[in-house]
């Protein structure tokens, strides 16, 4: 809440304004941020960094920020505040630079790194930072000294969760899951092969997100994995939820995108971000309602009440491109039992088959075989119509002769 003051006729008048929802705040620079991250103790004190070595600072809740001087030109991707004693605060990014600070980044300083390849992101906690290639550095000295670890895959790796429980995640779905505290990692297979770009600060949750609308989610720590609806296409780049409250999940993303759900997932729901601009970070901590994310063109979005109303679909006409061609979307619920929902769009008229094969690429069942016109279909798929046994299944969509990408879903009995 920011009071102002006016003074009138002799008689001071103080009038209260309270923001709602997302808003903007003022930034000194007009360059990509990629990474926001705050106290985790007071989330008036804040960080962002982004393109060019640029590292932006606010003490006051970001009613202003201070440009730090952060000696390097590469770009950063993440920074992160690291819950220890003396709270230091990481950076790291392009050509393999990790940067630290322990005076609120009034002086950044360079550590050693053990490799040249890009880092991508850097763990709150346990000291794990993960990047192309699929390298994994650590740290057992609070940072002052890394190591490369041995990673199981060579695919670039976006974004790392280094507490309860471990995951990398990157390129072409993959998920790595660690244990001895980071020291090993193993692959968790997905299912999918888009793209995945965020986890949130704790791996507890056991959520990521990426290209197309792609949320996954995992129910036995990693060991299988299912889709949630999240109502867009659009690329998902970071997630995050309160620790006091881990049903309520955020999600931003491209052209403004901001999703929330209050209920673990069950549901989701849009919020106004008021911007265009692609959001590549969002943070939440203790606080349920305080909240920042930041973006390209030096975007930097803050909420004091959880982000506002959240609304549907139906309330966003304008928020889903249509494509040209046809789009198949994820089922929902997924997993399920008896009944799921699959949803497709077709842009022109035309031969439309719809089918599901069993993990062996067998042809089990078939949904569709007919004309149709232009326009969104739903398909109600129930269990009592097809003897389908517990397990993994992809359907695909077919228009002409064309073959959409597979989805995947999962039948519990």
């Excluded at 990398?168 to 980071?182: F, H, M, P, T, Y």
């Excluded at 326009?375 to 299944?393: A, M």
Aim: include cysteine.
């Amino acid at each position: 809440m920011i009071k102002y003051l006016f003074i009138v006729c002799s008689v001071l008048i103080f009038v209260s304004v309270s923001h709602a929802g997302w808003f903007f705040q003022t930034s000194p620079v007009s360059s990509d941020l990629y990474s926001v991250n705050f106290n985790h103790g007071n989330d008036n004190i804040v960080w962002a960094c982004g393109e060019d070595g640029v590292i932006l600072y606010s003490s006051n809740g970001g009613v202003n920020w201070i440009l730090q001087n952060s000696g390097t030109t590469n770009d950063l991707f993440a920074i992160v505040f690291m819950e220890i004693s003396g709270g230091p605060v990481y950076a790291c990014g392009e050509n393999g630079i990790i940067l630290r600070t322990s005076d609120n980044g009034f002086n950044w300083t360079i550590v050693p790194s053990p490799s040249g390849k890009t880092l991508r992101d850097i763990s709150d906690f346990n000291f794990l930072t993960v990047g192309e290639s699929g390298v994994i550095l650590k740290s057992t000295n609070e940072g002052l000294n890394w190591f490369a670890v041995s990673s199981p895959t060579i695919k670039n790796l976006y974004a790392v969760s280094g507490t309860f429980g471990y995951y990398a995640v990157g390129e072409d779905g993959i998920i790595l899951k660690g244990i001895s505290q980071g020291m090993s990692w193993d692959i968790s297979p997905s299912g999918v092969t888009n793209n995945l770009y965020g986890v949130p600060l704790f791996g507890s949750t056991n959520i990521t997100v990426g290209q197309n609308g792609l949320i996954l989610r995992s129910t036995n720590f990693g060991g299988s994995w299912y889709s949630q609806n999240s109502l867009t296409q659009k690329t998902i780049r970071s997630v995050e939820f309160s620790v006091n409250n881990t049903s309520r999940i955020y999600c931003v993303g491209d052209s403004g995108l901001i999703l929330k759900t209050t209920n673990e997932g069950v549901d989701w729901g849009f919020q106004h971000s008021g911007t265009d601009k692609d959001l590549n970070s969002v943070f939440f901590y203790l606080n349920d309602n305080i909240g920042y994310a930041v973006g390209d063109n030096g975007t930097i979005l803050k909420t004091t009440d959880g982000g506002g109303l959240i609304t549907s679909a139906e309330a966003h006409p304008g928020l889903e491109n249509i494509p040209s061609g046809y789009t198949l979307r994820q089922n929902y619920p997924n997993p399920f039992n008896p009944n799921t929902q699959i949803r497709y769009l077709l842009s022109e008229n035309g031969l439309v088959r719809l089918k599901i094969y069993d993990v062996l690429g067998d042809e089990v069942a078939v949904l569709v075989n007919e004309k149709q016109n232009k326009g969104n279909y739903s398909y109600q798929l129930s269990t009592v119509n097809y003897q389908l046994s517990s397990g993994i299944y992809f359907y695909r969509l077919e228009v002409d002769g064309m073959l959409s990408e597979a989805k995947r879903m999962v039948l519990l009995k």
